[in-house]
Nanobody
Framework: QVQLVESGGGLVQAGGSLRLSCAAS????????MGWFRQAPGKEREFVAG????????NYADSVKGRFAISRDIAQKMVYLQMNSLMPEDTAVYFCAVRSSLFPTTTAATWDYWGQGTQVTVSS
């Protein structure tokens, strides 16, 4: 079992920054892919960023490229999402996720473990 707990969300003005954190516990493997998704009211859960340490890759949704960065601390079982130049359209509940595989896909249904979500609200 893997448990995930997100933190770091909040209210920020457009152009500002936030860093989301995700703490993993339970049975984990350093090679598992980790990622972030978000869900705005009335919309489907959307891929934001993914990371695979073993494959040496990160991938991002086009809407956040150049603004967001995913990173991971293997020893502390933490994954982060640094969000810069935030825009109102970034407003959503952000979810941390783990996939029991090496490759970070962009489809939410293929991920295995999820946190409870943390709200990010960007005001104009």
């Amino acid at each position: 079992q893997v448990q995930l707990v997100e933190s770091g969300g909040g209210l920020v003005q457009a152009g500002g920054s936030l860093r989301l954190s995700c703490a993993a516990s339970g049975r984990t493997f350093s090679g598992y892919a980790m990622g972030w998704f978000r869900q705005a009211p009335g919309k489907e859960r959307e891929f934001v960023a993914g990371l695979s340490r073993n494959l040496g890759l990160t991938n991002y949704a086009d809407s956040v490229k150049g603004r967001f960065a995913i990173s991971r601390d293997i020893a502390q079982k933490m994954v982060y999402l640094q969000m810069n130049s935030l825009m109102p359209e970034d407003t959503a509940v952000y979810f941390c996720a783990v996939r029991s595989s090496l490759f970070p896909t962009t489809t939410a249904a293929t991920w295995d473990y999820w946190g409870q979500g943390t709200q990010v609200t960007v005001s104009s």
